[in-house]
């Protein structure tokens, strides 16, 4: 998984699945642009990065906002030049408050939308100009294995994720002609900050127990996954890595799942 003097931008990059796949692509020798809405967490996981003996940089975005976007790439290219790895990372499950609703309101569906779906498309046409140009490229688009089944819970979420593979596939085929490729990633079952959101959900997540957060995690994984076994970031930049490498040259248009085998394609 060699990606040695490769520049990746990894947007929503500084904490969960997004900062595993940054620190990862560090550690394979990308230098790595990590960009965030909060630019506190983006600069904490650049240092992370220099300290793994890369260069990097932190910069803000709001991927909702197309000036935004573009000062994120302007940024980069500035620093260092190109960008050889896009990774569409930011996403969200809800707007403020979701986690007090029992269902999903039209801000929800708006600001879901807007940040997984047309958030990737902002982005990958700001910076596909550039990798056009150079007639080289690696997208990957994080999408979830939620796009691969409906949900009575959170539709938006699940729909959203589902527009993310099928929005890769478009993106794949135009991106064809000038050898950049294009795929995304499910990821299956990870502790992160969004899981929490999730499990707190009260009336929604039934615990008459009273267990931990992460005690409801650990049973929905062992009664979820077949390998037996959570999914971490760093399994989600491990792959991220595989795809930006040359080893992946004729690999696009792919969803692929990292989910323990709790979904198979």
């Known amino acids: 998984m060699n990606v040695s003097g490769k520049v990746a ?7 969960g699945i997004g900062r595993g796949i940054s620190l990862v692509l560090a550690g394979n020798g990308a230098d790595v642009a990590v960009a965030d809405l909060d630019l506190t967490n983006a600069e904490a996981v650049a240092q992370e990065v220099t300290a793994a003996g890369r260069q990097s940089m932190a910069v803000s975005v709001d991927v909702r906002d197309q000036a935004s976007v573009e000062t994120m790439v302007q940024q980069v290219l500035e620093r260092f030049g190109r960008v050889d790895v896009l990774v569409n990372n930011a996403g969200v499950i809800g707007a403020a408050g979701w986690e007090d609703r029992e269902r999903p309101s039209e801000e929800d569906w708006d600001f879901i939308f807007d940040v997984n779906v047309k958030g990737i498309a902002r982005v990958t046409d700001a910076v596909a100009p550039h990798m056009k140009e150079r ?3 690696k ?3 994080i999408a979830s294995i939620a796009g691969r089944t409906g949900s009575e819970r959170n539709t938006p979420y699940n729909v959203s994720k589902a527009g993310v593979i099928s929005l890769t596939q478009g993106q794949a085929l135009e991106m064809a002609p000038y050898s950049i490729n294009v795929n995304a990633i499910c990821p299956g079952l990870l502790w992160t900050p969004m899981w929490g959101r999730i499990l707190s959900r009260g009336a929604m997540t039934p615990n008459p127990e009273g267990k ?7 049973e929905r994984v062992q009664s979820s996954i077949p390998l037996g076994r959570e999914q971490t970031p760093e399994d989600i930049g491990n792959l991220v890595a595989f795809l930006a490498s040359d080893y992946s040259k004729n690999i696009t248009g792919q969803a692929i799942n990292v989910s323990g085998g709790s979904h198979m394609n």
């Not at 931008?9 to 904490?15: A, D, E, F, K, S």
């Not at 931990?212 to 650990?218: H, I, S, V």
């Open 135 to 137: 007639r080289y490229g």
């Open 139 to 141: 997208i990957v688009n």
């Open 212 to 218: 931990t957060q992460r005690e409801l995690f650990e």
């Open 9 to 15: 931008l990894v947007t929503g990059g500084g904490r």
